[in-house]
């Protein structure tokens, strides 16, 4: 596997290492692997958590239906300018230069009350508690009843602080440097895949007994 580091994601690590996650932007294997969790014919809000350099954000954008939104958060400032720059000729794409739990209140002033797909590679662990309880708390609120938060990251513990959601699915996915969890948190069991849906026994039924 190529390792190719980000001349941008490099420079604003050695800045702010603690808002930087990486340096090496995801490979095209994972980027596949987190997209295809999503249903981009059905859904229309979409919103990113850290959009870096904009790997994960280009990919987006090539699946995104013509009517559909993305609104990608990025904290560092030069990140977002220079997502800014690479998608400033598509009306879906909008960047903010901010908190990712202020993303409802961005969806409201857009008219829209609940986003299909949030997707984040920010570094929660990295998070105070109670910013990280914050954030989390807007996106359960923030979707749609079928709607998914779907999370890639170097250590699974997420899944801990997200007991709100109905369903989880975490894959150890390691054709990536390095390797990542991608931990799906569907906010109702319904989206799950069919084979991870939990089947229900059937109830055991009491054979009557035969009268003479």
Do not use: W
Request: aromatic content about 10%.
């Amino acid at each position: 596997m190529a390792v190719r580091m980000s001349a941008i994601l490099f420079r604003r690590f050695l800045a702010d290492p603690l808002k930087i996650a990486y340096v090496v932007p995801s490979s095209k294997a994972l980027i596949k692997r987190v997209l295809d969790r999503m249903d981009f014919q059905r859904g229309r809000v979409f919103v990113e958590f850290g959009g870096g350099e904009g790997c994960h954000t280009r990919e987006m954008v090539k699946r995104l239906a013509p009517d559909a939104r993305l609104l990608v958060f990025e904290l560092d400032a030069q990140l977002a300018d220079h997502l800014r720059q690479q998608f400033r000729q598509d009306d879906r794409v909008l960047i903010y230069n901010q908190d990712a739990a202020t993303f409802r209140e961005e969806l409201q002033k857009l008219g829209f009350h609940h986003a299909d797909y949030v997707v984040s590679g920010i570094p929660f662990s990295y998070l105070e508690p109670k910013k990280k309880k914050e954030i989390l708390n807007a996106v359960h609120e923030g979707l749609t009843p079928d709607g998914q938060f779907i999370v890639y990251q170097v250590t699974p513990e997420l899944k801990g602080h997200t007991r709100m959601f109905a369903a989880h699915e975490v894959e150890y996915f390691l054709a990536n440097i390095p390797p990542m969890f991608i931990v799906a948190c569907h906010k109702s069991e319904i989206t799950l895949q069919p084979k991870k849906r939990a089947k229900k026994k059937p109830k055991s039924r009491r054979r009557e007994a035969a009268h003479a």
